[in-house]
């Protein structure tokens, strides 16, 4: 017998049996391969590959070629960076690209090997996917946007007294609609995020007040769950960016499960600081603890960990997905930090607000200026009568049209003071509606709020929508978003700048009430692109802000022609800066801190009359 050890000689194939055999290999294989030697000429091109981009890629062989334009590709191909392309010969496909450096046995370059998979198939399937997401969204929507609005309504007394046992019914019914409502949002979500439709608005972020809205949120919860709910902020903390209604959704959700989880006489506390360029907001419970291996899946779409206690819970697996999505979209990471028994720490964190990122502050309404007609356009009977009922408890006229042929007569006939407006409508497309009205000059002053049922905020705003709700409609917020763009209409504006919000909070909540619409401004910057949107009748202005000051802002205005004439009135209580009393003097007029409200308040209203 021959000595087998590991130091006899292994037979193998001659060199041109190993060559046929590395030409079937490459025959055989089904994503395209092209190599290029080290000049970028084309040394090999498999069938795959051939198939894939069409025959005449035979002619390249020997032929050096340009791999970007030879995929269309807009930049460069980087080494080992894929690249999904487009291409409609020989036939429509989706393809996958990756170039590989080649190093020969010296260490030198020897070329490159381009891969090509085909993934028209995968894509198809998404689309598919999301199609189908929508549409039975939609399908489950429709009658949901009925049944809770209704229900809503019977239990705030709209149909007549009910009784206790009624009551106690229909509440059932209200919180179980609103789960599945929450249920279908998070399925929604994931489509959105999953094939890039998420609309972000990244504006500087206030975290105290995020965390302080979202613990007042669950208090009652905790308190009836014997729970503490506490709140440790860093201060100074600076301002995040982000997106404020999606990172108070990302929150809600971290606290709403430090609640579940954990036993009673337990505490959740909510923490924000800093940490170099970056707002870290962290959420710990004493619960129940999470184990290692379940922690490298806690963020993975439907995994929930497995145990008596989240079975009798319940829930979807999606919530967390959501939360990273959301989270990483932003530029930030998040993470959790958990030992089983020994309670949870689940955290977030963002960049810190460049200079760049500026909030366009809303336009609010006097507090009553409910009145005037609103035109509802649904293709839906039962959906036009729930939001006409809601706008008549308001005070509203109000006509419905369910095409948009209808509609847009109306609009011209009628002039209403608002339109509501679902894109989704049988004999046209909503959004060709919508870029009828604001085209045409007789309706461009109209403000439009569009009321949908898929997610297409940024499509919306972009052909001039007001605002934006997704269905299920929520009551409080459709009504007062009409009132601030009704009341807005013809009430004088003011814009209100101070970085002490509990100054600004109080003179918007008085001239409202007084029946003017107000813009608040919490610096310079903010104040600009609130003028760029809305043009204010008078400005309120602090001297003394960050980012940039209301010396700064009195420059900008009163440099500019469409802006020099609106009046400036300057709050201060700091000493004049002497080298600037140039722009001061711009200024309509000069009050000193502290000042009362209401006196400030009857000066605006004096100095306007004065003015008018």
């Not at 046929?20 to 091109?45: F, H, K, M, N, S």
Request: contains cysteine.
């Amino acid at each position: 017998m021959p000595d087998n050890g590991s130091d006899a000689p292994r037979s193998v194939a001659s060199q041109g049996d190993q060559c046929e055999r590395i030409q079937a290999i490459l025959a055989a294989t089904a994503d395209g391969l092209i190599v290029l030697d080290a000049a970028g000429c084309v040394e090999l091109v498999n069938p795959a590959a051939a198939t894939l981009l069409g025959h005449a890629v035979d002619n390249l062989l020997g032929e050096p070629v340009d791999v970007q334009s030879l995929f269309g590709l807009d930049e460069p191909l980087e080494n080992g960076v894929a690249a999904e392309v487009e291409i409609a010969e020989p036939a429509h496909r989706v393809l996958l690209v990756r170039m590989n450096r080649v190093t020969g046995h010296d260490g030198m370059p020897a070329g490159h090997v381009i891969s090509v998979h085909d993934i028209t198939a995968e894509r198809e399937a998404a689309v598919m996917k999301n199609e189908f997401v929508s549409m039975v969204s939609h399908e489950l929507r429709t009658p949901l946007t009925s049944i809770k609005g209704y229900v809503d309504l019977i239990v705030d007394g709209d149909a007549g007294e009910i009784n206790e046992i009624q009551r106690e019914f229909l509440g059932i019914v209200q919180e179980n609609s609103d789960r599945l409502v929450s249920l279908i949002n998070d399925i929604l979500d994931i489509s959105r995020i999953e094939s890039g439709r998420v609309h972000l608005r990244v504006e500087p972020l206030e975290m105290s007040e995020i965390i302080q809205g979202v613990a007042d949120t669950f208090r009652a919860v905790a308190a009836s769950a014997d729970i503490e709910l506490k709140c440790r902020v860093e201060e100074p903390l600076p301002r995040a960016a982000g997106d404020r209604d999606r990172i108070g959704q990302v929150l809600m959700n971290l606290v709403s499960n430090a609640i579940k989880y954990s036993p009673g006489g337990g505490s959740v506390t909510i923490e924000a600081r800093q940490e170099g360029e970056e707002v870290v907001v962290s959420v710990s419970d004493t619960g129940i603890g999470i184990a290692p291996d379940d922690q490298e899946r806690l963020f993975t779409k439907f995994y929930r960990v497995d145990s008596s206690l989240t079975r009798d819970i319940g829930g979807t697996g999606l919530g967390l997905s959501i939360c990273k999505s959301v989270v990483e979209l932003l530029g930030g990471d998040v993470g959790c930090d958990s030992e089983a028994g020994t309670g949870s720490t689940f955290w977030f964190s963002l960049p810190v607000a460049s200079c760049e990122v500026v909030r366009k502050p809303e336009l609010e309404g006097p507090l009553e200026s409910a009145g005037g007609l609103v035109l509802v356009v649904d293709r839906e009977p039962s959906t036009c009568d729930l939001i006409g009922t809601y706008l008549r408890k308001r005070g509203y006229e109000v006509e419905y049209a369910h095409d948009a042929e209808v509609a847009h007569g109306k609009a011209l006939r009628l002039q209403p003071r608002a339109i509501t407006l679902d894109v989704m409508l049988e004999d046209d497309d909503g959004f060709e509606l919508l870029h009828q009205l604001k085209d045409d000059p007789r309706t461009r002053d109209i403000p439009v709020v569009v009321l949908s049922i898929v997610c297409d905020e940024g499509r919306s705003l972009r052909l001039g929508a007001a605002n934006y709700l997704e269905k299920p409609i929520d009551q409080a917020r459709l009504t007062r978003i009409v009132d601030d763009l009704v009341g807005g209409q013809e009430a004088p504006l003011v814009l209100v700048v101070d970085d002490d919000r509990a100054i600004v909070g109080a003179m918007s909540s008085m001239l409202r009430a007084k029946g003017f619409s107000v813009i608040s401004a919490y610096d310079g910057q903010e104040a600009m692109a609130a003028i760029d949107e809305h043009r204010p009748a008078l400005i309120l202005l602090d001297l003394c802000m960050p980012v940039m000051d209301g010396y700064q802002v009195i420059q900008e205005v009163k440099s500019t022609e469409e802006t020099r004439d609106i009046p400036i009135v300057v709050m201060t209580a700091h000493r004049i800066d002497r080298e600037r009393t140039d722009l001061l003097a711009m200024a309509a007029e000069q009050l000193k801190k502290p000042f009362a409200v209401e006196d400030l308040v009857e000066r605006v209203e004096q100095f306007l009359a004065e003015e008018g």
